[in-house]
C-alpha cells in the first residue's frame, strides 16, 4: 500500500496537510479557509468530500480555520484530544458529537488505512501533539509548533522517511521586527513557542543520524523568516557535518501558500 504525504499550506498563516493510504484520505489540520482548502486538494486531484478525517495538532488557529467548515459541508469526522477539543470549541462552532473522535496523546489509533502516533509537543496550547502516520510498511511526520526539540519527539521521529519540521524565524529578523511586541518575541523564543531556523538545523542533524533522509522545512514565518535563510541555515549545520544535502539527504520547504513537494511511499 502507498502512503501519500503533501503539506497544502504550512506557515504562520495556515497549515494543513494531506495524507492518504488505500482509500483513506485525511488531512492533519485545517488551518485555512475552507474555499481555499478545498481548492488545495483539487489541485491534486483529491475531491474534498472523499477525505475520511481530519485530525487536529492543536487549538491554534493557523491549524483550525477551516476545521468546522470542512466537517459540517462534508460530514468529516475530527479526531483530537479532549483538552484540544475543549479548546478549539468556540473558533470551530458546533461538531455533532458523532463527528467528534477523541483520542489519548501518546495511543495511537487508526482512521481504516492509516495508524496514527500522536506525541505530546512544548507548545503554549492545551494539549498540543505531532503526529507520526504509518501505513504499508512506510511512516510520515509533522512536527511543527515545538518551543524546543525533546528528547522524547527526536524519538518518537526517529527513523521516518520523511516529515515537515518546523523552521519558524530567523532570530535576528524576529527581533528586529516593529509589528511585533516583546511579550509576542519572548513567546515565539520561549521553550512553550517555536523552533528557529538554527534550533531546526541542531534537529536535522540529530535526525539524519537515526536515519532521517526527507524533510520539508515547514510553519515559516511570513514576517520572520525566509525560505532562503531557513535552507540556508540547515544546509550549513548539515555540510559542516560532512552530509551532503542533496545526496545524502533532500531538503524542500513545505510553502506557505501553495502545494508543496508531494511523497509517495511504501509497497
Ligand atoms: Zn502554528
Ligand atoms: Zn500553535
Known amino acids: 500500500m502507498k502512503l501519500t504525504f503533501c503539506p497544502l499550506f504550512s506557515g504562520s498563516s495556515g497549515n494543513a496537510i494531506y495524507v492518504s493510504a488505500g482509500d483513506t484520505r485525511m488531512l492533519i489540520d485545517a488551518g485555512m479557509p475552507g474555499k481555499a482548502i478545498e481548492n488545495a486538494l483539487r489541485a491534486i486531484d483529491v475531491l474534498p468530500e ?16 477551516g476545521v468546522g467548515i470542512l466537517s459540517r459541508k462534508y460530514h468529516i469526522p475530527i479526531y483530537a484530544n479532549e483538552r484540544t477539543f475543549e479548546a478549539m470549541a468556540k473558533t470551530v462552532g458546533e461538531i455533532p458529537k458523532w463527528d467528534r473522535r477523541y483520542f ?28 507520526r502516520i504509518f501505513a504499508g510498511g512506510a511512516s510520515v511526520a509533522v512536527a511543527t509548533d515545538m518551543g524546543y526539540m525533546q528528547k522524547n519527539v527526536l524519538k518518537t521521529l526517529a527513523g521516518t ?14 527581533m528586529q521586527n516593529p509589528h511585533y511586541s516583546l511579550f509576542l518575541k519572548q513567546r515565539i523564543r520561549s521553550n512553550h513557542g517555536h523552533l528557529s531556523n538554527e534550533d531546526s538545523a541542531n534537529s536535522l542533524l ?13 510553519h515559516l514565518s511570513a514576517e520572520n523568516n ?36 508531494m511523497f509517495i511511499l511504501g509497497t
Do not use: Q
Open 50 to 65: 472523499t477525505l475520511t478525517a481530519i485530525a487536529v495538532t492543536h487549538e491554534h488557529t493557523d491549524h483550525t480555520k
Open 104 to 131: 489519548e496523546t501518546g495511543e495511537d489509533f487508526y482512521v481504516n488505512d492509516l495508524a496514527l502516533h500522536p506525541f505530546s509537543i512544548p507548545h503554549d496550547a492545551a494539549e498540543p501533539v505531532g503526529y
Open 161 to 174: 522517511p520523511v516529515m515537515v519540521l518546523e523552521s519558524n524565524y530567523d532570530p535576528a529578523l524576529l
Open 206 to 218: 540529530a535526525l539524519y543520524e537515526t536515519g532521517v533522509r526527507h524533510v520539508l522545512l515547514g
Open 226 to 261: 525566509t525560505p532562503e535563510l531557513a535552507l540556508t541555515t540547515a544546509v550549513e549545520k548539515l555540510t559542516e557535518n560532512g552530509i551532503c544535502v542533496g545526496e545524502d539527504v533532500t531538503l524542500d520547504i513545505a510553502w506557505r501558500d501553495r502545494v508543496s513537494r
